[in-house]
């Protein structure tokens, strides 16, 4: 009788904050028919490498410090895929914390690029939680998709505001 009351109350725990654990997913399609989507959800230490991030100690996760998060990040980024004329590329994603606020709150339009053919691309994004943001750049270059650029400085962040498409070569 014992397990199935606990049951029963996890059950209803659950009910009660399904937005605080359930992924989200953002899409969002650029000119030339390009579609980024963005799935953010919880921050889940147990996947990650974590030393520090208590009160007054250097945060680590998955052995560096995170891009923006002053302690232990609330939300992560756990994927972004590109899907340009057939074909889909999954972005690097790894430590790109607390940008659900924004994402919900259009953010997602924040993200620019752009596609030579299905095989080679450019794209820039902006995130953050707030005051606090942070820029990304991605190329694909003869479909293999790197990461070049995850920083918060703010040289950079103003870089991309003022130019939100990566350069363009001929």
């Known amino acids: 009788m014992k397990l199935t009351s606990l049951a029963l109350l996890m059950v209803l725990f659950l009910n009660l904050v399904p937005s605080a654990i359930k992924a989200e997913t953002y899409r969002h399609v650029m000119s030339g028919d390009v579609i980024v989507t963005v799935i953010d959800g919880p921050f889940v230490a147990a996947e990650h490498h974590i030393h520090g991030c208590s009160r007054g100690q250097a945060c680590l996760v998955d052995h560096v410090p995170p891009v923006v998060a002053t302690g232990r990040p609330v939300d992560e980024i756990k994927s972004i895929n590109i ?84 350069p363009k070569y001929e």
């Not at 590329?89 to 924004?102: E, I």
């Open 83 to 166: 899907s340009v004329d057939g074909m889909t590329y999954a972005l690097q994603a790894s430590g790109m914390f607390n940008t659900s606020v924004a994402l919900r709150n259009g953010g997602i339009k924040r993200f620019a690029g752009y596609c030579y053919d299905r095989n080679n691309c450019a794209f820039r994004g902006r995130f953050g939680d707030g005051g606090h943001s942070y820029v990304a750049e991605w190329v694909i270059k003869n479909g293999i998709p790197t990461r070049t650029v995850l920083s918060p400085c703010m040289d950079l962040g103003w870089l991309f505001d003022d130019n939100p498409m990566p």
